[in-house]
């Protein structure tokens, strides 16, 4: 029998509290931390609950039937969530990323969508509303999500061998579901629609290819993620990391490849291009991406925020606290005084754990503290 592995400490009960500067701090939109990263992307977890159980994530062994997830009371109120953004969105956020736990879990996610879909950026722009999604129920909510305002969705797949996809959901939930729930997005107009797959070495590598073959060409961008230490209990060991340097090889002398800019700055992914016979990019053929999070740092232009399904502020996906926004929405904060609370948090933000990574004593690189990526999402 397997041990149970416990976290040494619950990282949701280890909390920084969220002050109203003396002065208040005006939304400019021009808002940057210690290292001048403004503030762009901001990722909302809508729930802590998710229907999969992937290994590198929710291990079974963790996240059990014992294991004791938020209250509904603890949650934020979709108005409640709205109204956060809505001061994120004044700082600079452009984008906004749906995320969880399994976001589709939660009940009427739609009506959130609708109140993001109908904020503004400071320039007066619609923001970029997407979601991360694990594909399960998405053949069934693809349209209601796109009328509402959705925009595009990723969506996690980590092999299209249904046994090893089974195998890794640790749920036994079939690959042909989810392959109709991208089908069903794709014809929802939800796109570019990207896949992402998390590789693990010596459980899914040999996925690699068929998932390269099976995706080129369809307008859907593949991008392979390099399993991370996230979290305090995915049992993570670098001799599992495949570094992306080598997912490039292994397609590339199969599929030739030409390394293409990045799209935007602040992009997590390093874009790949599929070459035609004369090695210029075909667009027809279109690209995959990579995401080198382990072997390659990319904080330097860090511009997320996360915030967590009970409104706890996170600057760092490796973040072993967050900033509790939640008292001052339900204490009666004036909106000027939550806004000027998020810009302080964010001005003192030096947060830059992956170039760190390498030189932290183990203590401090140990995941034993860390947030999960479940409760604050990828
Ligand atoms: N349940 C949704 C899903 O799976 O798409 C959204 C939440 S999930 C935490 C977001 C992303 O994080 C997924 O693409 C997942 O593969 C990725 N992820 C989770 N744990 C990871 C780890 N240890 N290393 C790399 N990526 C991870
Ligand atoms: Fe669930 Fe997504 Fe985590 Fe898998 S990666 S356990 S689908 S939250
Ligand atoms: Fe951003 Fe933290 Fe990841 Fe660096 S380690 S890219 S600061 S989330």
């Known amino acids: 029998m397997s041990e149970r592995v416990i976290p040494l400490v619950d990282h949701r009960m280890s909390t920084l509290s969220a002050a109203v500067p003396s002065k ?132 996690s797949l980590d092999g299209l061998d249904d046994t090893v996809f089974r195998a890794m959901n640790d749920v036994d939930f079939p690959v042909a579901d989810v392959l109709r729930g991208i089908e069903a997005a794709q014809a929802a107009g939800l796109g570019p629609i990207k896949v992402n797959m998390v590789v693990k070495r010596g459980t899914n590598e040999h996925e690699i290819l068929p ?83 382990v072997t390659q740092a990319f904080c330097s232009d860090c511009n997320r925020a996360r915030l967590s399904t009970e409104g706890k502020l996170y600057l760092c996906l490796f973040a072993n606290q967050g900033h509790d926004l939640k008292p001052l929405v339900r204490g009666g904060a004036s909106d000027e005084q939550l806004s000027s609370a998020i810009a302080a948090i964010w001005q003192g933000r030096s947060d830059r754990y992956s170039e760190l990574r390498a030189s932290l004593p183990p203590d401090e690189s140990g995941g034993g503290r860390r947030v999960e990526m479940s409760y604050i999402g990828g």
């Open 24 to 155: 208040a701090i005006p939304a400019t939109g021009l808002l940057g931390d210690t290292l001048g990263r403004p503030l762009r992307d901001l990722r909302i977890s809508v729930t802590d609950r998710c229907n999969f159980r992937c290994s590198y994530c929710m291990p079974k062994e963790v996240f059990d039937k014992d294991y004791p997830y938020l209250p509904h009371s603890a949650l934020l109120s979709f108005e409640e969530i709205t109204r956060v953004a809505r001061q994120f969105v004044a700082h600079g956020v452009q984008k906004i990323r749906l995320t969880g736990g399994e976001p589709l879990l939660r009940k009427n996610l739609e009506i959130l969508i609708a109140q993001l879909a109908a904020l503004r950026t400071v320039e007066g722009l619609p923001l970029d509303i997407t979601l991360t999604t694990n594909g399960s129920l998405l053949e069934r909510k693809a349209q209601a999500l796109k009328d509402a305002g959705l925009q595009r969705v990723t969506v």
């Open 211 to 293: 998932m390269a073959r099976h995706f080129k060409g369809t307008g859907i961008v593949l991008r392979f993620i390099e399993f991370m230490d996230v979290g305090a209990t995915n049992g993570w060991r670098m001799d599992e990391v495949m570094p992306s340097a080598e997912v490039v090889q292994m397609i590339h002398r199969e599929l030739p490849l030409v390394q293409l800019e990045p799209s935007a700055p602040g992009e997590t992914a390093e874009r790949w291009g599929y070459a035609d016979a004369n090695g210029q990019h075909d667009v027809r053929a279109g690209e995959i991406g990579v995401i080198s999070s």
